[in-house]
Nanobody, 126 residues
Framework: QVQLVESGGRLVQAGGSLKLSCAAS????????LAWFRQAPGKEREFAAF????????YYADSVKGRFTVSRDNLKNMAYLQMNSLKAEDTATYYC???????????????????WGQGTQVTVSS
């Protein structure tokens, strides 16, 4: 299995940028596809971004498309979420998730992922 640890969350002003990191350990990182989810207080966890095992394919929720960019470095066992033009509604705990690569489809449901980090808090002040 793979262990995931997120970092980089903090308080940021609306319109600002932030880059989250996800450090992985355990099984070979390239065996997994990754996603970022987020959960705001009182709301369900929602999908934000997906990246394939190689990094060549990405997929985004409409709410973050054009503002967020997901990437990964398999040699460093790291994944990233670059967030630009942040809005107050982006305030949430952000989670990195992984699942073994089985197909090329972009998985965007909570139940698709077996491995989760502990989350990192992002607060956007308006």
């Amino acid at each position: 299995q793979v262990q995931l640890v997120e970092s980089g969350g903090r308080l940021v002003q609306a319109g600002g940028s932030l880059k989250l990191s996800c450090a992985a350990s355990g099984r070979p990182f390239s065996n997994y596809v990754l996603a970022w989810f987020r959960q705001a207080p009182g709301k369900e966890r929602e999908f934000a971004a997906f990246i394939s095992w190689s990094g060549s394919s990405t997929y985004y929720a409409d709410s973050v498309k054009g503002r967020f960019t997901v990437s990964r470095d398999n040699l460093k066992n790291m994944a990233y979420l670059q967030m630009n033009s942040l809005k107050a509604e982006d305030t949430a705990t952000y989670y990195c998730a992984a699942r073994p690569y089985t197909s090329a489809q972009p998985y965007d449901s909570f139940g698709d992922y077996a491995y989760w980090g502990q989350g990192t808090q992002v607060t956007v002040s308006s």
